[in-house]
């Protein structure tokens, strides 16, 4: 069965320091990823995605993510980290060629950030 | 703004209660998806509509249900509530039925009491 996980439930970055969350996948296929972002009380809006191709990914808020096939990972990146960014981060993976299709999320890693 | 828009935005009940949850997917969507996020469970697949059409099933429980109307919008239903049924249900639209971005809504919070 298809699963996520993420290793780290909660992460404490400084203002301006370099963030990286991890992102492991159990997969067959090449499989379809996904980092989303959940603010408090919010809903999840969708920060970049992972189909084929370039294996890494820009997205939106200057966030960009890595598909690497030899670890099954996609770690989200952001170079410099604003108070703003603090919330929290899901990574998901999705069935390719299946009559219907679901996410699989991970549990989640929520993102402190301190002045 | 996801254009993906969900009613109620709260909504409070009582144990062995019935309620709707209405979802509205993005203008030219025609799949419709429920999750459900809880503490203990996470984010959880429930089902996915297509045109109208169930296209995929996940952990969803026979006291729930779903169905996707003519005009495309979707409505959850679940009965004979229980306290564990106290979640924030979202709902998700995508163009096709296949894999592709899903845009999420702002959600549902439900409490049973």
Redesign the interface.
Known sequence: AQSVTQPDIHITVSEGASLELRCNYSYGATPYLFWYVQSPGQGLQLLLKYFSGDTLVQGIKGFEAEFKRSQSSFNLRKPSVHWSDAAEYFCAVGEANQAGTALIFGKGTTLSVSS | D?G?TQTPKHLITATGQRVTLRCSPRSGDL?V?W?QQSLDQ????LI?Y?NGEE????NILERFSAQQFPDLHSELNLSSLELGDSALY?C?S?EG???????????TRLLVL
């Open positions: 996801s993906v799949s998806y999750y996470g984010l959880q697949f996915q297509y296209r995929a099933k996940g979202f998700a995508s039925p296949h894999q592709e971005t899903q845009y999420f809504g702002p959600g």
